[in-house]
């Protein structure tokens, strides 16, 4: 079954540092989401990547899909501490409507 | 995005009960998740829940382990059903936003079973 696999696990950043958070599936997707949970909260919906080769930016945060549609990333410029939680791909393409697999989450810790 | 909430928040349970989640939405959805999150793994989908048909299980996930419910557009319950301390896990139930492939989360169930 499609598989997604994501590095790193954790990241310790000092604050005002750059982090990027890697996405690769075993199948082409047909869209990428990228998630946000808290500590001790629940995932949240970020942001959603369809086309081939796109990129998107929310803020501080950018994200792109690759141009074969199996791999995506998140980078974000100059992290604060409120960027402190895991972040999330999940990817869309098999046969099931509407079901996400996800990848192992990175957990990113922000010194102050 | 709608408004999700589950119950319990948590709970401790011994080995051999059953416990049942419920998941309220504010709105109708006709997608809707249960996932399971144990300690330091990710997110892994126990089945889909459409209503008026049947849950539709992931590999490792069968009905008798994990029953499911879905009287409505606005409601379902999964069963963890003769526990083990392996079950212990946060248990999460998400809607999908029609015609889309976003989710949306409600806060988790955190299950301890002794």
């Known amino acids: 079954g499609q598989q997604v696999m994501q590095i790193p696990q954790y990241q310790h950043v000092q604050e005002g540092e750059d982090f990027t958070t890697y996405c690769n599936s075993s199948?082409?997707?047909?869209?990428i989401q990228w998630y946000k949970k808290r500590p001790g909260g629940h995932p949240v919906f970020l942001i959603q990547?369809?086309?081939?080769?796109e990129v998107k930016k929310q803020k501080r945060l950018t994200f792109q899909f690759g141009e074969a549609k199996k791999n995506s990333s998140l980078h974000i410029t100059a992290t604060q501490t409120t960027d402190v939680g895991t972040y999330f791909c999940?990817?869309?393409?098999?046969?099931?409507?509407?079901?996400?697999?996800f990848g192992q989450g990175t957990i990113l810790t922000v010194h102050p | 995005s709608a408004v999700i909430s589950q119950k319990p928040s948590r709970d401790i349970c011994q080995r051999g009960t059953s416990l049942t989640i419920q998941c309220q939405v504010d709105?109708?959805?006709?997608?809707m998740f249960w996932y399971r999150q144990q300690p330091g793994q990710s997110l892994t989908l126990i089945a889909t829940?459409?209503?008026?048909?049947?849950?539709?299980?992931e590999s490792g996930f069968v009905i008798d382990k994990f029953p499911i419910s879905r009287p409505n557009l606005t409601f379902s319950t999964l069963t963890v059903s003769n526990m083990s301390p392996e079950d212990s896990s946060i248990y999460l139930c998400?809607?999908?936003?029609?015609?889309?492939?976003?989710?949306?989360f409600g806060p988790g169930t955190r299950l301890t079973v002794t």
């Open positions: 998400s809607v999908g936003r029609d015609g889309t492939y976003e989710q949306y």
């Open positions: 199948t082409t997707l047909s869209n």
């Open positions: 990547l369809v086309k081939s080769g």
């Open positions: 999940a990817g869309a393409g098999g046969t099931s409507y509407g079901k996400l697999t």
């Open positions: 709105s109708q959805v006709t997608m």
């Open positions: 829940a459409n209503q008026g048909s049947e849950a539709t299980y």
